[in-house]
């Protein structure tokens, strides 16, 4: 059975600083990996996701991740946060052709400081 | 174009009552999955309808049913509720072609007292 551990529970940076929040899966064949955000009250927003192909993956807000089928890892990053980067993140992995069962990590909450 | 559509924004019931929740999916998608979120964890996959079909269901008792109606509009009715059932209910809708992304809706939160 597929699953996703999101080793951080809560992460705080300094706005401006470097990010990085781990995510690590277990799945038999090739994954589908994707990154939400979740600001409070709101539903989930696509952040990037990882079928095949570049193992470096841009997505919006400056966001980028990297596939790394070695460590089972699909990192997330942001070289310079902003204070509206703060929100939960959930890293998810899906099976089979992509857009079926989605399984999500517990999340990691990121806390933006002045 | 909007996105996906989730009615009602907020719920409450009483223990043993039965809620329907609905979704209207982003324009042009046909599939249609429902996730519970409880408070601090990540979402949990109920089921997926496509073709009006049941296509693929998680780990949840059959007092969880649902419904796609052919606009690929979907409900999602809980039976008996229980306190436990208190949660984020999202709603996702995609494309049945490979690697077709799923979009969420913005969730109807349920509490049960």
């Known amino acids: 059975a597929q699953s996703v551990t999101q080793p951080d529970i809560h992460i705080t940076v300094s706005e401006g600083a470097s990010l990085e929040l781990r995510c690590n899966y277990s799945?038999?064949?090739?994954?589908?990996l994707f990154w939400y955000v979740q600001s409070p009250g709101q539903g989930l927003q696509l952040l990037l996701k990882?079928?095949?192909?570049?193992?470096l993956v841009q997505g919006i807000k400056g966001f980028e991740a990297e596939f790394k089928r070695s460590q089972s890892s699909f990192n997330l990053r942001k070289p310079s946060v902003h204070w509206s980067d703060a929100a939960e993140y959930f890293c998810?992995?899906?099976?089979?052709?992509?857009?079926?069962?989605?399984?999500f990590g517990t999340g990691t909450r990121l806390t933006i400081i002045p | 174009d909007a996105g996906v559509t989730q009615s009602p924004t907020h719920l409450i019931k009483t223990r043993g009552q039965q809620v329907t929740l609905r979704c209207s999916p982003k324009?042009?998608?046909?599939?249609v999955s429902w996730y519970q979120q409880a408070l601090g964890q990540g979402p949990q996959f109920i089921f997926q309808?496509?073709?009006?079909?049941?296509?693929q269901r998680g780990n949840f008792p059959d007092r969880f049913s649902g419904h796609q109606f052919p606009n690929y509009s979907s409900e999602l009715n809980v039976n008996a509720l229980l306190l436990g059932d208190s949660a984020l209910y999202l709603c996702?809708?995609?494309?049945?072609?490979?690697?077709?992304?799923?979009?969420f809706g913005p969730g109807t939160r349920l509490l049960v007292l």
């Open positions: 996702a809708s995609s494309l049945s072609w490979v690697g077709e992304t799923q979009y």
């Open positions: 799945y038999g064949a090739t994954p589908y």
């Open positions: 990882y079928f095949s192909g570049d193992t």
């Open positions: 998810a992995v899906a099976s089979n052709f992509g857009n079926e069962k989605l399984t």
């Open positions: 324009s042009g998608h046909d599939t």
């Open positions: 309808y496509y073709e009006e079909e049941e296509r």
